[in-house]
């Protein structure tokens, strides 16, 4: 069964302080992997899509890597304003199927 | 539509009563999510569509719960004989196709079974 695990659960940086947070996923057959952001009281705003180990993606201070069990999510020099929770999703080839699984995520604070 | 809508925000019934909770996709997006997120948690799959055809199920609790997309846009998941367990935010996402493609969400509807 596909799976995703999230980890820390939670983290709190200083304004500056780089970090990086985890994503272990098990699926038969990736298709693609996804990083999501989520303010409180909204729904997940898309951040990234890797598709194959080895691949990385960049936007601002954030950069995602994938490789076969796992992803991370990289942020240089964070602000206050990316404090929020970051969700990672798989969308695997079980049963041909397009459901995507996430994880539960991990809360960030970036403290000025 | 500049995004995802869902319809009502906020929903509180009492137990028993069925709910139709309301999904209106980006126009033009073939793919249409339905997921359950609790507090604290990641969202949790329910269902899908591609077009009008629902495509997997297999995310939806038990057979009180059912989905429907009859025109390939607006999607109404329809809960029957509530449960206080069925309290939860309900959210809706669609995408340009099923296949990899980023999905854009909606606000959510947060029921609430009393």
Redesign the interface.
């Known amino acids: 069964e596909d799976q995703?695990t999230?980890s820390p659960e939670a983290l709190r940086l200083q304004e500056g302080e780089s970090s990086s947070l985890n994503c272990s996923y098990t699926v038969s057959g990736l298709?693609?992997l996804?990083w999501y952001r989520q303010d409180p009281g909204?729904?997940?705003?898309?951040l990234f899509?890797l598709?194959s180990a080895g691949e990385e993606k960049e936007k601002e201070r954030l950069k995602a890597t994938l490789t076969k069990k796992e992803s991370f999510l990289h942020i240089t020099a964070p602000k206050p304003e990316d404090s929020a929770t970051y969700?990672c999703?798989v969308?695997g080839t079980t049963s041909g199927?397009?459901?995507?699984?996430?994880?539960?995520?991990t809360?960030l604070k970036v403290l000025a | 539509g500049a995004g995802?809508s869902q319809s009502p925000r906020y929903k509180v019934t009492k137990r028993g009563q069925d709910v139709a909770l309301r999904c209106d996709p980006i126009s033009g997006h073939v793919?249409l999510?339905w997921?359950r997120q609790a507090l604290?948690?990641?969202?949790?799959?329910l269902t899908?569509f591609?077009y009008e055809a629902q495509?997997?199920k297999?995310?939806l609790p038990n057979d009180r719960f059912s989905a429907e997309r009859p025109e390939g846009s607006i999607s109404t998941l329809t809960i029957q004989r509530t449960e206080q367990r069925d309290s939860a935010m309900y959210?809706c996402?669609s995408s340009l196709a099923?296949?990899?493609?980023?999905?854009?969400?909606?606000?959510?509807t947060r029921l609430t079974v009393l």
């Open positions: 995703v999230q298709r693609g996804f909204k729904g997940p705003e898309f899509t598709y969700l999703a969308q199927t397009y459901k995507y699984i996430f994880g539960t995520g809360r | 995802v793919s999510y997921y604290g948690q990641g969202p949790e799959f899908y591609n495509q997997d297999s995310g959210r996402a099923g296949t990899s493609n980023e999905q854009f969400f909606g606000p959510g």
